[in-house]
């Protein structure tokens, strides 16, 4: 048997993976027209003549990106989250079903505005949204659901609509970390009623922080425009606040960078999705390691994460932490990924707070996978050339066989 780095063996990655972010001059340049211009926010006017403001120009580019109608810009993807349930007209009490697998804004977004989030379980196969199971939840209080792309891997879009018509619900897409994706040949956030982005560093479009809210809905975005510009309206005066709203808007310099940013992204997704199929060539042939499944109707997934299970021979004889660890110690930077949001302290605490009700939601299929299965690695990984892809994959067989 070889000699696992853990143990003193040599590391099983030797070539460097993707730095991130990728930048160059084009960053450089629009972000110093920013600075000379003068306009360095995205309220009123301002700014030497004939500087295009780059806000409204990357809103543009954004829901065009996704064949969405409008665009709205906003300070994170969490806020965009809030807003968008906002937008939608859901008031503090109704309640939206989440999955418990993702990211802790999806759920404490909805918190934040007094919307109790209520966890629908998984698929065991994708680890996202299981549809039957969100019907399964709804009460006379539900409103809406969210449907995270996780992974830049797009829900079942289909029968997540089909199932919000038939029960008169609001539809949002958490699309955080699938800028980029489709479904059914139609881009994410324009599928539901609003989607939401985040610009935030690790994501796939970066800006250091930022969000982005889509829509088709001219209403939505109206109302997601005000909720984000202290309750003013596009044709409104400066102090005209017709709806309750906060500042929530993005800079001109974090615009300037995802215009740039935007030049660089059709490149870089294709080269992830080279890389995500390699690794799902070479990880296929490991015994111990199962692949997720990939719904066909997936007509471009945007692989912010590589995720990936240990299967259930596997699992049974190495715990998650351990075969981490080893695979670490190879240098491959794998990742335990998400504990249950539906166990989660602070999620069912401020519900309480909100509700006065100790309220528990079962997901074991969440649980065993957080528990005993799920792994990924970050997008970076998918951007490394081809040896260090095959050594990532290569350091996973040679721990899963060390079993
Ligand atoms: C990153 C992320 C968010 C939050 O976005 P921020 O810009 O970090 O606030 C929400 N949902 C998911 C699924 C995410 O991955």
Redesign the pocket.
């Known amino acids: 048997m070889e000699k696992l780095a853990i143990d003193g063996g040599s590391k099983g990655l030797r070539s460097p993976l993707a730095q991130w972010p990728i930048y160059g001059e084009l960053e450089m340049e629009l972000l110093k027209e920013v600075l000379e211009s003068g306009k360095w926010g995205g309220a009123g006017g301002g700014g030497k003549p004939g500087y295009e403001p780059k806000l409204p120009l990357m809103e543009r580019k954004f829901a065009e990106l996704h064949g969405a109608a409008h665009a709205v810009s906003v300070v994170?993807?969490?806020v965009g989250?809030t807003v968008a349930l906002q937008a939608a007209g859901l008031k503090p009490g109704d309640e939206v079903i989440v999955p418990p697998y993702?990211?802790i804004?999806?759920a404490s977004a909805a918190l934040a505005y007094g919307i109790i989030p209520v966890f629908a379980d998984i698929e065991e196969d994708t680890l996202l949204i299981d549809p039957e199971k969100v019907v399964q939840r709804i009460t006379p209080k539900t409103k809406a659901i969210i449907a995270?792309h996780?992974a830049g891997a797009p829900a079942n879009m289909t029968r997540l609509k089909q199932i919000a018509a038939e029960h008169g619900l609001k539809l949002i897409e958490?699309a955080?970390?699938a800028v980029g994706a489709s479904w059914e040949g139609q881009g994410v956030g324009s599928i539901g009623d609003l989607g939401t982005f985040?610009?935030?560093s690790s994501?796939n479009l970066n800006a250091g922080?930022g969000?982005i809210i889509t829509t088709n809905n001219r209403d939505y975005w109206e109302n997601a425009w005000s909720i984000c510009n202290v309750g003013r309206i596009p044709s409104g005066g400066w102090y005209q606040h017709e709806r309750f709203g906060q500042n929530y808007r993005m800079t001109e310099f974090q615009a300037a960078i995802v215009l740039a940013q935007m030049t660089r992204l059709e490149e870089q997704m294709t080269r992830r999705e080279r890389g995500a199929k390699l690794l799902d060539e070479l990880l296929a042939e490991v015994s111990g390691v199962k692949l997720l499944h990939n719904d066909a109707r997936i007509t471009r997934h945007a692989y912010h994460l590589y995720m990936f299970k240990l299967d259930k021979k596997l699992a049974g004889k190495a715990t998650k932490a351990d075969f981490i660890r080893k695979v670490n110690a190879e240098g491959v930077p794998l990742s335990a990924g998400y504990v249950p949001l539906n166990r989660n302290v602070s999620i069912l605490e401020t519900t309480k707070m909100w509700t006065g009700e100790d309220r528990t939601y079962e997901c074991p299929v969440c649980e065993t996978m957080c528990e005993n299965e799920a792994v990924w690695l970050t997008q970076n990984v998918l951007l490394s050339d081809e040896q260090a892809i095959r050594e990532v994959a290569e350091a996973i067989r040679k721990v899963a066989a060390s079993y």
Do not use: C, P, R
Request: glycine share 10%; no cysteine.
């Open positions: 994170n993807g969490t989250i993702t990211f804004a999806t995270v996780l958490d955080a970390q985040s610009l935030q994501k922080e969000g």
